[in-house]
């Protein structure tokens, strides 16, 4: 198996709690299989919040009053939203390969999206000592990983089209008045999330080598 493969599955709309049974699978799996190739599940949720394993719980500003179920996951980060428009991606990845270096692949992600967005118009950039994808001030994608033993889940929420405002009720990443955005209210362009993940996959399939080739290996 070539170090550089990718296995990228597009599987639609996936209720939350079975998208997260095929993450723990992929991850057992290349726990057992050193061959396995790294993996991209490419998929929509319906609507959903969820949180990282962490004391505050702040963000969710109290659960009861949520209009969509909570699930509280073992990756970094405060709350989120996911639902229809929204393109997400979890890269199932070993980095073992990759330097053992998790923030270089946060920087990755980033990158991948920031790239991937100037194929619909959008100019995206990094904010300073903040995890996601941004236009000026507005986000636009959520990033937030989990990892056991240097094996990545989770990933990213690409904002594409749809309705934003299940966000209002909760503090987006914990990040006090957010401003989220998307694809089409930037740009006035209606994108399918089916026809946001072809063009994902060819994006990624590329990226992956560049996370590999200059991801150093750590010295122990």
Known sequence: ???TTLDVRWLGRVEYGDA?????QAVANKRVDANAPDT??????????TIG????????????????PLFQINRGGQATYHGPGQLVGYPIIDLRNCGQDLHK?????EELLITFLTSFGVV??????????????RKIASIGVGVRHWITMHGFALNLCGDLSPFAQITPCGLPDV????????????????AAAA?????????????????????T
């Open 1 to 3: 198996m070539s170090a």
């Open 20 to 24: 997260l049974v095929l993450q723990e």
């Open 179 to 194: 401003t989220m955005t998307s694809v089409e209210k930037e740009t006035g362009r209606s994108v399918t999330v089916a």
């Open 105 to 109: 692949f946060l920087r990755w992600i």
């Open 124 to 137: 995206a950039c990094r904010r300073p000592g903040l995890t996601g994808v941004w236009v000026e001030n």
């Open 40 to 49: 991209l599940l490419l998929l929509e949720h319906h609507p959903v919040y």
């Open 199 to 219: 063009m994902m996959e060819r994006a990624a399939k590329a990226a992956i080598d560049h996370l590999r080739v200059t991801a150093q290996p750590q010295i």
């Open 53 to 68: 394993r962490t004391p505050d719980q702040a963000s969710l500003r109290g659960a009861a009053h949520l209009p969509h």
